[in-house]
């Protein structure tokens, strides 16, 4: 599989901080704000790094309040992963809370990238639990998310823990996030995962790898349409599902 790569995996030491402490206005250290009056190019990025860092070890959730709301966005865009990987070890909860908090849809990309992040480097028990008990605008990206973290490290542990949640719809959840991630770093592992699944759940997840069938090395050199054929017609589904998954939606990506 592939590994996850974070901007820059920082050391982050436990600091308890209250969310309601995030919201205060924000004091930014003075060598960001003499970062922030470099010229653009690498020598400012790699210095806001540098300074960025030894701030986030101090003040994890005021930096994510800051590059979520005050910075400029093509910083960011730089720093926010670094801050995301600071996070999730130690305070991720903390975290997870304070974006749910503060933002939502379409606004939870920084969500996502939290919660892919807790499991992988965090605790993934805690961060599975968490799932459970996230608002119903952000329910489906929860399970999806701490299921394509998993599955970044550990393919069938992920695919495992998926298909034990009890409510349909977050499992139908989780089990995207493992197949979107196994289907870019194995398909044919992938494939052979869906075949076992349950024929809605497998319909499902079949949609997902189509979108990613550019993954599908052992269908290089053949006609597309062919392939996918091909592909559809050895899974263990209806007749009525296959065609469906035959008709190319909009924008030329099968999906859900």
């Known amino acids: 599989m592939k590994k996850y790569v974070f901007s820059l995996l920082l050391p982050l030491f436990f600091i308890p901080l209250s969310i309601a402490g995030a919201k205060e206005a924000t004091k930014v250290p003075e060598a960001v704000e003499n970062d922030l009056k470099m010229?653009?190019?690498?020598?400012?990025?790699?210095?806001?790094?540098?300074?960025?860092?030894?701030?986030?070890?101090?003040?994890?959730?005021?930096?994510?309040?800051?590059?979520?709301?005050?910075?400029?966005k093509e910083l960011s865009n730089l720093i926010g992963p670094q801050v995301i990987a600071a996070l999730a070890p130690s305070n991720g909860k903390i975290a997870a809370d304070w974006l749910i908090e503060n933002f939502?849809?379409?606004?939870?990309?920084?969500?996502?990238?939290?919660?892919?992040?807790?499991?992988l480097s965090g605790d993934k028990i805690e961060a599975a639990a968490w799932c459970l008990k996230a608002p119903a605008d952000a329910r489906y990206l929860s399970f999806f998310s701490v299921a394509d973290g998993l599955c970044r490290k550990n393919p069938p542990a992920a695919a495992d823990w998926a298909l034990k949640i009890k409510a349909e719809s977050d499992r139908l959840a989780a089990i995207d996030g493992v197949t979107i991630m196994w289907a870019r770093g194995d398909f044919a592992k992938a494939t052979e995962w869906i075949k076992t699944?349950?024929?809605?759940?497998?319909?499902a997840a079949a949609r997902m790898m189509l979108s990613e069938w550019k993954h599908n090395k052992q269908a290089s050199g053949e006609d597309e349409v062919t392939a996918k054929k091909k592909w559809i017609d050895q899974l263990p589904l209806s007749s009525e599902i296959k065609e469906e998954l035959l008709k190319p939606l909009p924008g030329g990506r099968n999906k859900k």
């Open 197 to 203: 699944l349950e024929p809605a759940e497998a319909g």
């Open 104 to 119: 939502g849809p379409p606004d939870y990309w920084r969500l996502h990238q939290l919660l892919v992040a807790w499991p």
């Open 39 to 72: 010229p653009k190019g690498q020598e400012q990025n790699k210095a806001l790094t540098k300074d960025i860092a030894a701030w986030v070890k101090k003040e994890p959730l005021v930096v994510l309040a800051w590059v979520s709301r005050e910075a400029p």
